[in-house]
Structure formats: structure tokens, C-alpha cells
């Protein structure tokens, strides 16, 4: 998310001038340039636009228009005094159709010290959420932090399905109280049991995961072996799991010293070889290890969870998923799902995680933490029509393999 800090040189520049100080930061996000004048009418201020790489296409054009939309909006609140439902640093957030769909509402851009009137300020995770929380403290109003939902979409770059909605903190912190934990410690209700075991048997039977498209790997994979998930550097949901380097290297020497005679398949992030992360591991070493087998290729993680006799993990949603496959999972770091009684954990839970069942967490974090959005009729919907989406677009996408 593309936020405005609130250092004391960009500070004092919006003190000077904020309209134009606003405008500038917009040009900047969106790739355009604006002429600007000293003025404090955002009408005169934008008194021409050029585009100077306009070879970029329509798309750039249209996302600086976008932008310049959302400084519009937020000139127009402060200049009126309006009363907007949520405002955010973030000029991403604030032009995001999901976001907009999953609160009911467009957030409306907001610099640190620019005048506006909010019911709440929202922020996406720790990154844009830092500087929105700090916000919602000197104005005096309650903050909402946003994260993709845990099945996200069928593409990794497609709009989001599901959203997370967090007035307590966020999942992946564990350092603090979420709404999440508190959903998970919440007990069933009615036909709720029945209502996750079914979702839980859809879930495995189209063989979901946070992403869906591609295939399942389908290369050979020994008869007995325990399943090593790595992740890339500086993942957020590292650090805040109370995790570190270190513990990746733990969780695969575990891995060896528990499981003698059993094979080690390491499943590296594909972000490694697709989009140039680093990770964890050193493949080339892991390679030349006896009985250790490295899947580096981007491939659905179903088969290599399902044919798992045990797996580990740090923080990565795969060993949720894991647990939604009944599988045995030992945690390094503390993720949402670690910490009560349903993982073997390296670190010692909080105390405000008890234990509780696997229904009751996957309750909490498939129907009742994320909203979920239709994308053919952009209205809020059920997790069952989510699934039913994907199904079809798994089912479409098989064909064509």
C-alpha cells in the first residue's frame, strides 16, 4: 500500500501548503505530474495535468486519474467539515473496489495533520495500519485494520474474494489481542459444527488454498515423509509470530532429529523463483542432503499436504491448511492458529490463547473474521458462494491444463 509518512520535513510541507503538498504526493504515487500553484483551492491548484509516460498506456492513465479522484475526495471533507465513515493514509486502500465493497463505504484519504472528521480510521496490516492507528490516537477514534482474507482469490493478482476486519490488532500479530483470537475462543452455536464440517469437506474435496490457480505438483513423492514449509524473507507474519531466521533453521534440524527414516520434502515459497525472493533455505545445499527433497516449483499445496505424514511450519498459512487436512503440525513461530492446543508449538502460547476445538477455529477464521465478496454482483456474500466460485473456476481451469 502506497501511504504518507508523517516525518517532520514532510510535515512542515504540508503545514505550508497541504493542498499542494496532497496533490504532489498523489503525482508521485500515481506516476503523473500535476502543475501546481501556492493556492489553497484544490479546483485552481490542479491547473493542468500532463502525462509524461503516457507510453505506459491507458492503464497508467487511468490509475493517476484514479488517484487524483481520491485527493478530490479528500480535499472536499476537509474543506466542508463532512463527516466521511472512514478515512486512511493510504492512497491504495482509499481507490481499492474491495475494500470499498467490504466496508460499505470508500475510505477517504487523509494525510496525519490534515482536518477531517472520521467515524474511524483504517489501515491495511502493520503497514499502512502503523500510521492509521497513530492518527486514530491524537483525532480520538477508533482504528480498523484490513488483510486479504485466508482464500483470497483464484489468481494471485485478482481482486480479493475476502478481506479480514480488525478493530483489536491484526491475525498474524501475536505480540497483541486480535479480533480474531477472540472470535476463535468464542464457542459454537446451533448448526454452526455442522455448517464448518461442511465447508471444511468443500474445502478439501475442490482443494483450495489461499491462491488456486495452477496445478497440484505432480511429480513422484516418497511413501513416508514430513513436509517443511518455507517462506520468504522479511514476511511480516514472521516477526510478528514471534519468529525469526533462526527459526526456520530450527524447525528443519526438528524435523530430521524427530523423524528418523523418514524422507523431508522442503516446499519452498514460489515468490523465491518467480518473483526473485530470497528465502530461507539454500536449495542447492538441501539438494545434496540424503532423504531431503525440494519442491521449488509453484504448484497448489493440496497433494504435498495430503500425502504428509506430519508437517511443519513457522508461520505460513499452510499449516492451517494443514490442520484443515488433519494433519499433525508443529509450529515455530506463533501464527493465529498456534497456541491452543491443536499444534505442537515450539513457543509458549500467550495466555490469552486456551485451548479450544479445530471447528471453533475454523469457525472463526473462514465464516466469521473476513467478509466475503461476490465479484460477479460486488455484493457481500456467504463463504459457500465463495467456494462455489472457485469450484467453477478450478473446474474451467482444468480443462485447459
Known amino acids: 500500500m502506497v501511504e504518507v509518512g508523517d516525518e517532520p520535513d514532510r510535515v512542515a510541507d504540508y503545514a505550508a501548503n497541504p493542498f499542494g503538498f496532497a496533490i504532489r504526493a498523489a503525482s508521485e504515487a500515481a506516476g503523473i505530474v500535476l502543475l501546481t500553484t501556492a493556492r489553497s483551492d ?3 491548484d490542479a491547473t493542468a495535468i500532463s502525462y509524461p509516460g503516457a507510453m505506459f498506456g491507458i492503464k497508467s492513465v487511468c490509475g493517476g486519474l484514479r488517484v487524483l479522484s481520491a485527493i478530490l475526495d479528500s480535499f472536499h471533507a476537509s474543506l466542508h467539515r463532512e463527516e466521511v465513515a472512514y478515512a486512511s493514509p493510504s492512497l491504495e486502500l482509499c481507490q481499492d473496489r474491495t475494500v470499498e465493497r467490504a466496508l460499505g463505504a470508500k475510505p477517504v484519504f487523509c494525510l496525519p495533520f490534515q482536518p477531517m472528521v472520521c467515524r ?6 502493520r503497514k499502512s495500519g502503523h500510521l492509521a492507528a497513530r492518527m486514530a490516537r491524537r483525532r480520538g477514534t477508533p482504528v480498523l485494520l484490513m ?6 482469490s483464484f489468481r494471485r493478482n485478482d ?8 478493530d483489536l490488532g491484526i491475525y498474524y500479530d501475536a505480540h497483541g489481542p486480535s479480533r480474531l483470537e477472540g472470535l476463535i475462543a468464542t464457542p459454537l452455536e446451533g448448526n454452526e459444527a455442522a455448517r464448518i464440517e461442511g465447508i471444511l469437506t468443500r474445502w478439501r474435496d475442490a482443494r483450495l488454498s489461499k491462491y488456486n490457480d495452477g496445478r497440484e505438483f505432480d511429480g513422484p513423492l516418497p511413501d513416508r515423509y514430513v513436509l517443511v514449509i518455507d517462506q520468504v524473507r522479511h514476511d511480516a507474519s514472521i516477526g510478528y509470530g514471534m519468529a525469526d531466521g533462526a527459526s526456520f533453521q530450527r524447525m528443519f534440524a526438528a524435523a530430521r532429529a524427530e523423524n528418523p527414516g523418514l524422507d523431508i520434502v522442503v516446499k519452498m515459497h514460489p515468490d523465491v523463483f518467480t518473483r526473485s525472493r530470497a528465502g530461507h533455505f539454500d536449495v542447492e545445499q538441501l539438494r545434496q542432503m540424503p532423504n531431503v527433497h525440494v519442491i521449488a516449483e509453484g504448484c497448489l499445496p493440496s497433494r504435498l499436504i495430503e500425502k ?3 508437517v511443519y511450519a513457522v508461520t505460513s498459512q499452510m499449516g492451517f491448511e494443514a490442520l484443515i487436512w488433519g494433519k499433525p503440525v508443529r509450529c515455530f513461530g506463533m501464527p493465529f492458529y498456534a497456541g491452543w492446543g491443536l499444534t505442537d508449538d515450539f513457543l509458549k502460547a500467550p495466555e490469552r490463547r486456551q485451548t479450544v476445538s479445530f471447528l471453533q477455529l475454523a469457525m472463526a477464521a473462514l465464516v466469521r473474521y473476513p467478509r466475503y465478496i461476490d465479484l460477479e454482483t460486488g455484493a457481500i456474500c456467504e463463504i459457500e458462494r465463495a467456494i462455489d466460485y472457485l469450484t467453477e473456476l478450478k473446474q474451467k481451469a482444468l480443462i485447459q491444463y
Open 147 to 152: 488483510e486479504d482474507g485466508f482464500m483470497r
Open 42 to 44: 484544490y479546483a485552481a
Open 159 to 166: 481482486p480479493s474474494l475476502s478481506v479480514v476486519l480488525d
Open 120 to 125: 474511524s480510521m483504517v489501515g491495511w496490516g
Open 308 to 310: 504428509a505424514i506430519r
